[in-house]
């Protein structure tokens, strides 16, 4: 059975401090991983889509990597408004959800 | 300006009482899903179709149904027969129904109980 996990459940960060979200996951054959950030209240928003051990991708302050085993979604120098729930998914025999990381960046 | 749209905001529904929750898509994306958010716990598939006229049960489909007439539109109804459901739902729609294809989502309901 597909599985996801996020760690940690929820962050809080001084704004500028860089950190790291971390999505695991066990797939029977990985088609994609899938990054989304949701407010609160609204319905998530696409960030990014890997699809192979080593790819890497980049938006503004974001970089999402992904390994055979977990992904990781790096934010550098976060500003107050990054706060979010960051979800990741995979698809692999089904899509399957994480249940997220509740980011606070405190000004 | 494309996109997905979802009414209502909010829904209240009484015991007893079936609820119809409207997904409108006009991305042209053949393949759409209903999910359903509770809090601390991952998006969990309803039900999805990947083509008019033709659809699937997900992981929690007992208590829902849901139509696919029309290429942009999948409405799902909330039956009595939904014991819990007060939750945040949340319609997704992708190009096609490939296990590559990104998913892009509305902006939700949320069903309240009376």
């Known amino acids: 059975e597909d599985q996801v996990t996020q760690s940690p459940e929820a962050l809080r960060l001084q704004e500028g401090e860089s950190s790291s979200l971390n999505c695991s996951y066990t797939?029977?054959?990985?088609?994609?991983l899938f990054w989304y950030r949701q407010d609160p209240g609204k319905g998530p928003e696409f960030l990014f889509t890997l699809y192979s051990a080593g790819e890497e991708k980049e938006k503004e302050r974001l970089k999402a990597t992904l390994t055979k085993k977990e992904s990781f979604l790096h934010i550098t120098a976060p500003k107050p408004e990054d706060s979010a729930t960051y979800l990741c998914a995979v698809s692999g025999q089904n899509f399957v959800f994480g249940p997220g990381t509740r980011l606070s960046v405190l000004p | 300006d494309g996109g997905i749209t979802q009414s209502p905001k909010y829904l209240f529904r009484k015991e007893g009482q079936n609820v119809t929750l409207s997904c409108e898509q006009n991305l042209n994306h053949d393949a759409m899903y209903w999910y359903r958010q509770d809090p601390g716990q991952g998006l969990r598939l309803i039900y999805y179709s990947q083509i008019v006229n033709d659809f699937q049960k997900g992981d929690i489909a007992e208590g829902y149904s849901v139509s696919r007439e029309k290429k942009e539109s999948f409405p799902l109804t909330v039956t009595s027969a939904q014991k819990n459901p007060t939750a945040f739902y949340l319609c997704?729609?992708?190009?096609?129904?490939?296990?590559?294809?990104?998913?892009?989502f509305g902006p939700g309901t949320r069903l309240l109980v009376l």
């Open positions: 797939v029977s054959g990985l088609r994609g």
């Open positions: 997704a729609s992708s190009p096609r129904d490939g296990a590559q294809e990104t998913q892009y």
